[in-house]
């Protein structure tokens, strides 16, 4: 079962960003790259980093060349690891 999309009219048709969360904090931008072009064309990868620490906040943004690669990975959420780390996945959601 996918995961709908939240407030649909802010997402256009071919919105393709989705969330990833539950990190590991040291994970990087190289390696989420590789885990998560397994499923398709990654078209940028954003990991926010804490100022004080240098790691990642424990989440990242992952966009996908088309919305059906991005809908086929929000499907597998709870199956897609990092490290053994289980990582939440579900659609990005548009600043207002």
């Known amino acids: 079962m996918s995961k709908s ?3 649909a009219d802010l997402i256009e ?3 393709s960003k ?3 969360g539950n990190l590991p904090n040291d994970a990087d931008q190289t390696e989420i790259l590789e885990v998560f072009s397994k499923y398709g064309e990654v078209e940028s990868v954003f990991v926010p980093i804490d100022f004080y620490t ?3 906040k424990g989440f990242a943004f992952v966009e996908y060349g ?3 690669t991005a809908e086929k990975v929000i499907g597998l959420s709870g199956g897609v690891k990092l490290r053994d780390r289980k990582l ?3 659609w990005a959601v548009p600043k207002r």
């Open 5 to 7: 999309a939240p407030d």
């Open 13 to 15: 048709t071919d919105y």
């Open 18 to 20: 989705i969330f990833i």
């Open 54 to 56: 240098q790691n990642n």
């Open 66 to 68: 088309d919305r059906k």
């Open 88 to 90: 939440y996945i579900n």
